[in-house]
């Protein structure tokens, strides 16, 4: 009798503490239905990486040709888009120190933050000190932090559209509220200055800006920068400027750094090096603080971003402790050779689509690595969407797109041209026969 008493008295414990009969949880405190986490949220969202793992999964395996990478830019595997020999000695250089297989700072290496606060600082108005600079294990977690400290419960952020996901998956991991405002094709992708006042309240804390653009290939003006700071300025809010393509232009286009315009509205500048001196891998990013003002160190942003990044992971220290060299010792020639190279592609990919029948290219890319098309499915039997088309083109032609869908612009996709000049000619080739061959018949027939 004992015993059963002791085995209820232990039961009723159990259940109170929320434990079956066999020991286990009677409910797991962490299940929750898979809509009401933010990691759900933000699952919902398409990842370039998740759907171009699904476009690459459609490549047909029995096709001899090789598979062409047009998706992302990345054309680091390609020796004519080889990194400076000045940026591998560097790297190189500091291994053999012995000086740097330590633990780093959390906010990343004085000599580093100093090295490229002086780099920033020759194309602003005026000087950047090196507690204005955060490194960050590349742009995606220059991202994640800057997302991160701004979202305050009942907050916003107004993104572009089209886009760079990684803003929008990151705001839903944090919720916080995303607001888009479009950009124009027919104006060079420019930001439709009048809709920023009418999608913004009093909630909004920042704009995401993305220049030189990735996706669409444009380059922002200096007019158009000035009237992007006015309404910054106008509601309060501060710029996220991704410049991680900054520098990367050709034709007649200037960079001109959001920063520039920082004694407007403060602005928060997001780079790295992984574009310009094409190492992706080395996985080295920053947050620059262009602020003259101060007014991000008054309202404590800068102290957020410092918080986060201490308890956050860092950048390789010797690839820190080779960022001043890498910057100093890295040749103008290097970085001609680069433009030219995306100059001469970028051209090669303007030129071909124009005798695409199903897809216009309203503007020439100017910078970045990509172009936006338009599909004119109209003209193309059974095909139902962007994701249908990349998927369809991948497993006929293996050639892999970016659907514009993840980018928010549905029936467009984008194009990179940041590859030799012989593979985009081939890709662009086989793109031509994939729109032939799925061309309604009708058409065809010239009915």
């Not at 949880?25 to 699904?54: H, N, T, Y």
């Amino acid at each position: 009798m004992a015993t059963t008493h002791h085995q209820n008295g232990a039961a009723t414990r159990a259940a109170e503490d929320g434990i079956n009969g066999n020991g286990h949880a009677a409910e797991w405190r962490f299940a929750r239905p898979a809509k009401e986490g933010a990691l759900a949220a933000a699952g919902d969202k398409m990842s370039i990486r998740a759907v171009r793992f699904k476009i690459s999964a459609s490549v047909d395996a029995r096709d001899p040709r090789p598979v062409l990478p047009l998706a992302h830019g990345d054309p680091s595997v390609f020796p004519a888009f080889r990194t400076a020999a000045e940026a591998e000695e560097a790297v190189a250089a500091a291994l053999r120190t012995g000086k740097l297989n330590c633990y780093p700072a959390g906010v990343g290496l004085p000599d580093a933050r100093r090295a490229l606060a002086k780099h920033l600082s020759r194309d602003l108005p005026y000087d950047l000190s090196s507690d204005d600079i955060f490194l960050t294990a590349g742009g995606t977690q220059a991202i994640e932090v800057v997302i991160s400290v701004l979202a305050q419960p009942g907050t916003n952020i107004l993104l572009p559209r089209p886009g760079y996901p990684n803003y929008e998956a990151r705001a839903a991991l944090n919720n916080l509220e995303v607001r888009r405002f479009d950009l124009i094709p027919e104006r060079g992708w420019e930001i439709d200055i009048d809709s920023l006042e009418s999608i913004a309240d009093k909630n909004t804390t920042a704009m995401v800006i993305i220049n030189p653009n990735n996706p669409c290939g444009s380059v922002y003006t200096r007019e158009h920068l000035t009237k992007v700071a006015e309404v910054a300025r106008k509601l309060g809010i501060l710029v996220i400027a991704d410049e991680v393509y900054g520098n990367l232009v050709f034709g007649d286009s200037q960079f001109i750094p959001m920063g520039v315009f920082g004694h407007n509205a403060p602005v928060l500048s997001i780079g790295s090096l992984s574009k310009r001196w094409i190492v992706p891998g080395w996985r080295l990013g920053w947050v620059a603080a262009c602020d003259p003002r101060k007014i991000l160190k008054e309202t404590k942003i800068l102290t957020s971003i410092t918080n986060f990044l201490n308890v956050s992971t860092d950048p390789a220290t010797f690839i820190q402790g080779a960022l001043p060299q890498i910057l100093e010792n890295t040749k103008e020639d290097f970085f001609k050779r680069i433009i030219g190279l995306l100059e001469e592609t970028s051209e090669i990919c303007y030129r071909e689509i124009k005798d695409i029948k199903c897809i216009t290219c309203p503007h020439k890319p100017e910078g970045s690595m990509f172009v936006m098309v338009k599909l004119n499915l109209y003209l193309l039997e059974g095909i139902h969407d962007d994701i249908d088309f990349c998927c369809k083109l991948a497993k006929e032609e293996s050639v892999i797109l970016c659907p514009g869908s993840v980018l928010g612009m549905e029936n467009w996709v984008r194009i990179t041209f940041a590859i030799d000049s012989s593979s985009l000619l081939d890709g662009l080739e086989r793109i031509k026969s994939f729109c032939q061959r799925h061309k309604k018949k009708n058409l065809l027939n010239g009915i």
